[in-house]
């Protein structure tokens, strides 16, 4: 079975620019999750979605990032525009949401990595 | 709310040593948890998960139990290997939330 995709897998850019991280859940998941990753401040969640609506998006840095699930199989996380603070690996998950809220475990995507120059 | 505290690293062994990395937790409910590992380079993958009280996960050699009344899910391995090398998270799905500590850096040295 395919796992989580992601691309693109390396991604430069420069100040100012858009980006568009894109992820592709494991099929049959209900529950989509994208995190960023740093050395400074580890594994942070910046959003998640449950059949296809956001949940909680308390972890967005700033209005500069946004994400979608337009249906069940794809989501974007998008930054427009992008600075330099944002370099980080940026990695999707998902996972299938029982019944009474409880999550079951979550496969991570091989993640993206985001270098703004 | 939920949380989990884990062991701060990073942690250096010699091949074939003991390997302990403490994992606490503070939850309302009966939560899940898990061990994750990522390698250099790679995504998070699942290393182990317990789902209730008194449950053992286990996975390359790789333990871990789920104890309720030390509200700890602690990993352990008899023998390290440098392939071992990693970063460990522990993780715990409570209600709607799935919460990761902040990890432990791993090295096996040969």
């Known amino acids: 079975d395919a796992g989580v995709i992601q691309s693109p897998r390396h991604e430069v850019t420069e100040m100012g620019q858009e980006v568009t991280l894109r992820c592709k859940p494991i099929?049959?998941?209900?529950?989509l999750f994208w995190y960023r990753q740093t050395m400074m401040r580890g594994l942070e969640l910046l959003i998640y979605?449950?059949?296809?609506?956001?949940?909680?998006d308390s972890g967005m840095p700033e209005d500069r990032f946004s994400a979608k699930m337009p249906n069940a199989s794809f989501s974007t996380l998008k930054i427009q525009p992008s600075e330099p603070r944002d370099s980080a690996v940026y990695f999707c998950a998902s996972s299938r949401r029982q019944g009474g809220g409880y999550t079951d475990t979550q496969y991570f995507g091989p993640g993206t990595r985001l270098t703004v120059l | 709310g939920d949380s989990v505290t884990q062991m701060e690293g990073p942690v250096t062994l010699s091949e074939e040593a003991c390997l302990t990395i403490?994992?606490?937790?503070?939850?309302?409910?009966?939560?899940?948890l898990f061990w994750y590992v990522q390698y250099p380079g790679e995504g998070l993958q699942l290393l182990l998960k317990a789902t209730k009280a008194d449950d053992k996960g286990s996975n390359k050699g790789f333990e871990a139990t789920y104890r309720k009344e030390t509200t700890s899910f602690h990993l352990e391995k008899g023998s390290v290997q440098v392939s071992d090398s990693a970063v460990y998270f522990c993780?715990?799905?409570?209600?709607?939330?799935?919460?990761f500590g902040t990890g432990t850096s791993l090295t096996v040295i040969p």
């Open positions: 099929s049959g998941h209900n529950s």
């Open positions: 993780a715990l799905s409570g209600g709607n939330q799935f919460y």
């Open positions: 403490n994992c606490t937790y503070t939850a309302t409910g009966y939560p899940s």
């Open positions: 979605f449950n059949n296809n609506v956001p949940i909680d």
